[in-house]
């Protein structure tokens, strides 16, 4: 009988760890062949299951794995110095995922809240800027994106471009604001159609367009508080 060690090649291609993982994801692999894909490669005397078994086996399970030093890497065989970095990178993205806080994010409450966020940004720029602000469901901005610039009008103010960003953002809505370089914020027939599209292509995709506010040179306009929308 043969002492050869079984390799990841000589395996059933569905009980190969990197298979096994794009076909039925990463939660149903075991540690010892999440350790495996990091690894790569094991040695001429054994398949890099057993090498990562080894491993978990000498730092006690992944509880000990996550403080692991370079040197304590290095220190088991089978394990260089590029597999010993590799496995400390890993480690130390997985501290930092962990232990990560989003910043507090900005929250609207009033159109003044919108104007205040972009007034410095947007009441100097010489073109007309089409921007829509992305919201979670606690009215915090979870994205901003310029859409377009130039003069606005309903042929460039494309629904299906504005949707697209909240969607894949999964924004539960969403405010529309543009400049008018001019200064004057008072809204043109063309704003106010652009606004009353927008809104009903919201409620037919369950993406509530809550604003659409004009900047001018230190004024604002709402076009919700208008009664445009």
């Given at each position: ?85 590799e496995l400390q990178a890993a480690l130390e993205l997985c501290k930092r995922i962990y232990t990560f806080q989003e ?80 200064g004057d914020p008072t809204p043109s027939q063309e704003d106010i159609d652009v606004t009353k599209r927008l809104t ?30």
């Amino acid at each position: 009988m043969s002492d050869l060690p079984i390799m990841i090649k000589d395996m059933p291609v569905s009980e190969r760890p990197r298979e096994k993982m794009a076909k039925e994801g990463p939660e149903r692999l075991s540690n010892q062949e999440l350790l495996a894909i990091l690894l790569r490669t094991g040695t001429r005397s054994e398949s890099v299951l057993q090498l990562a078994q080894r491993v978990l086996y000498h730092f006690d399970g992944i509880r000990l794995l996550q403080s692991a030093t370079l040197e304590e890497l290095k220190g088991i065989k089978g394990i260089g110095q590029a597999k010993a970095i590799e496995l400390q990178a890993a480690l130390e993205l997985c501290k930092r995922i962990y232990t990560f806080q989003e910043e507090s994010r900005y929250v609207v409450r009033s159109p003044e809240d919108v104007a205040d966020y972009v007034m410095d940004d947007m009441r100097f720029l010489t073109q007309e800027h089409f921007v829509v602000l992305c919201l979670n469901t606690k009215n915090e901005i979870i994205h901003r994106h310029t859409l377009f610039i130039g003069s606005l009008n309903s042929s460039i103010v494309h629904p299906r471009e504005l949707f697209k960003e909240a969607l894949r953002r999964s924004a539960a809505s969403v405010i529309c604001l543009h400049n008018h370089p001019s200064g004057d914020p008072t809204p043109s027939q063309e704003d106010i159609d652009v606004t009353k599209r927008l809104t009903e292509c919201g409620k037919i995709l369950g993406v509530d367009v809550l604003d659409h506010v004009i900047i001018g040179d230190r004024k604002f306009l709402s076009l919700k508080e208008k009664g445009y929308m």
